[in-house]
């Protein structure tokens, strides 16, 4: 079964995607925002596929698909859920656009509406949180957008570049997201 948003879509990740996660990760730019520093390799790749499976099926990620003008559709990167406490109800999520020249299209910020209807519509979570470096303004306004709030700051929590940096923490709680939406559409 497949996610679907406007013009965008989930679909779980195959192995014939490890290819594609290989060159959008080791690209400095889509990193750069990312928790990961050292190259990545094929086998990294293959070895975190395998260890995906062993996940609960609602902390795997999805591939993020867009529809392109001739109605097919192109994987231009993944998000999803992780550290999902489901006594707190309460869960993270991530996401990166590994195809650059689909940034600065809106497309983030439809993926995350699209995950936070997933994470409160079929999850039934009640909050949802991210971290999100200082230094990447995009990310910021796209969760912003998206109707994430700014609720902490893990002072100089990240070291990249030489330098640290602030980690900032958001959320979004049902109730906002319920008012938010209240006669509008969710997508
Ligand atoms: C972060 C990311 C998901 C955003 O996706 P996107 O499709 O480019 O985001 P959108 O187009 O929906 O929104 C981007 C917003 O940021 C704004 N923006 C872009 N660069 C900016 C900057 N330097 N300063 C302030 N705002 C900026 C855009 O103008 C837009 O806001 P607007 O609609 O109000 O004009 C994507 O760029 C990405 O995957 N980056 C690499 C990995 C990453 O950093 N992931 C996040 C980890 S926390």
């Known amino acids: 079964m497949m996610i679907y948003g406007e013009g965008i879509r989930f679909r779980g990740i ?11 990760l080791n690209d400095p730019e889509v990193r750069e925002g990312l928790a990961m520093y050292l190259p990545l390799s094929m086998a990294d790749e293959q070895d975190w596929f395998e260890d995906l499976q062993k996940r609960p099926p609602e902390e795997r990620p999805y591939l993020i698909e867009v529809q392109q003008d ?85 002072r100089q929590g990240m070291y990249q570049n030489g330098r640290y940096v602030d980690v900032l923490q958001m959320s979004v709680l049902r109730s906002e997201w319920e008012e938010g939406n209240a006669g509008a559409s969710r997508s």
């Open 70 to 154: 001739d109605n097919t559709w192109v994987g231009v990167g993944n998000c999803g859920f992780f550290n999902i406490n489901w006594r707190i109800r309460s869960a993270e999520v991530g996401i990166f656009i590994g195809e650059k020249r689909f940034w600065g299209r809106g497309i983030g910020t439809k993926v995350m509406r699209l995950l936070i209807q997933v994470g409160f519509d079929t999850l039934n979570l009640n909050r949802i949180r991210l971290d999100v470096y200082d230094t990447n303004p995009r990310a910021i306004r796209t969760y912003e957008k998206a109707g994430f709030v700014y609720e902490g700051r893990q």
């Open 14 to 24: 195959e192995q014939s995607d490890l290819v594609s996660f290989v060159t959008w």
